[in-house]
Nanobody
Framework: QVQLVESGGGLVQAGGSLRLSCAAS????????MGWFRRAPGKEREFVAA????????YYADSVKGRFTISRDNAKNTAYLQMNSLKPEDTAVHYC????????????????????WGQGTQVTVSS
């Protein structure tokens, strides 16, 4: 049973930074891809960023390119999302997810490439 636990969310002013962490257990962490998604109030869940098992490939939503950085530390079984220059529109519950298959570049229905999800962590950006 794969378990993913997010942490690091909170309240921050616009322009500030947060780093989210996703601690994984139950499977060989280094063998699967990881992703971050978010759901804002009244909106559907959307893709934020993803990283391949080796860390050699990273993908970002256009809305966060240049501001967010996804990374992973396979020795610590942890994935990260560094979020800089935060905007009020980044306010959402952020979820990490893992995939048991090699992850392709993002596309329609991308969330279905991921088969395990964390419980989410709230990020609130005030203006």
């Amino acid at each position: 049973q794969v378990q993913l636990v997010e942490s690091g969310g909170g309240l921050v002013q616009a322009g500030g930074s947060l780093r989210l962490s996703c601690a994984a257990s139950g499977r060989t962490f280094s063998s699967y891809g990881m992703g971050w998604f978010r759901r804002a109030p009244g909106k559907e869940r959307e893709f934020v960023a993803a990283i391949s098992w080796s860390g050699g490939n990273t993908y970002y939503a256009d809305s966060v390119k240049g501001r967010f950085t996804i990374s992973r530390d396979n020795a610590k079984n942890t994935a990260y999302l560094q979020m800089n220059s935060l905007k009020p529109e980044d306010t959402a519950v952020h979820y990490c997810a893992s995939s048991s298959m090699p992850i392709p570049p993002p596309g329609l229905g991308y969330e279905y490439e991921f088969d395990h999800w964390g419980q989410g962590t709230q990020v609130t950006v005030s203006s």
